[in-house]
């Protein structure tokens, strides 16, 4: 088997619209057409042809923390990354610098799914 990319990751919520205002006004993501399924949601373009869903109606506690289940988002500077979320208000952890020179921030959405802000090293 080939995998080619990441196509999408997707994450229960169990306020869509709340998540949907963490992710368009903190993270900045672009919100794109989702098509017409029979559960809330909603869909956003995290790069080229990779895309984060947001899927209502979670019920189940999230488990987790920086080192547990995450999903990672590359940025082109840690520092104005860390400076948008000081700006915002937004709780997080780091930046700290990996032992490969890559540099990274841990933040939570509203649910509680962590997500790893990342800048690799040249």
């Known amino acids: ?3 080619l990319q990441l196509n999408h990751v997707a994450i229960h919520v169990a306020d869509v619209e709340r998540s949907c ?3 368009r ?3 900045g993501l672009e919100q794109i057409p989702r098509p017409a399924f029979s559960f809330p949601g909603a ?3 995290l790069g080229p042809d990779q895309e984060l869903h947001i899927i209502g109606e979670r019920t189940e ?3 987790g923390g920086p080192r547990g ?3 990672a988002l590359r940025v082109p500077s840690i520092r104005e990354a860390e400076r948008r979320l000081r700006e915002k208000g937004i709780a997080f952890h780091g930046p700290w610098q990996r032992p490969d020179g890559a540099w990274q921030i841990f933040l ?3 649910d509680g799914h ?3 802000l990342c800048e690799l090293p040249e």
Do not use: K, T
Request: charged fraction near 20%; proline fraction near 4%.
């Open 1 to 3: 088997m080939q995998i």
């Open 21 to 23: 205002a963490f992710y």
């Open 25 to 27: 006004d903190v993270l």
């Open 43 to 45: 869909w956003f373009r």
């Open 61 to 63: 506690e999230i488990s």
């Open 69 to 71: 289940n995450h999903f």
């Open 108 to 110: 939570a959405d509203p």
């Open 114 to 116: 962590y997500i790893e």
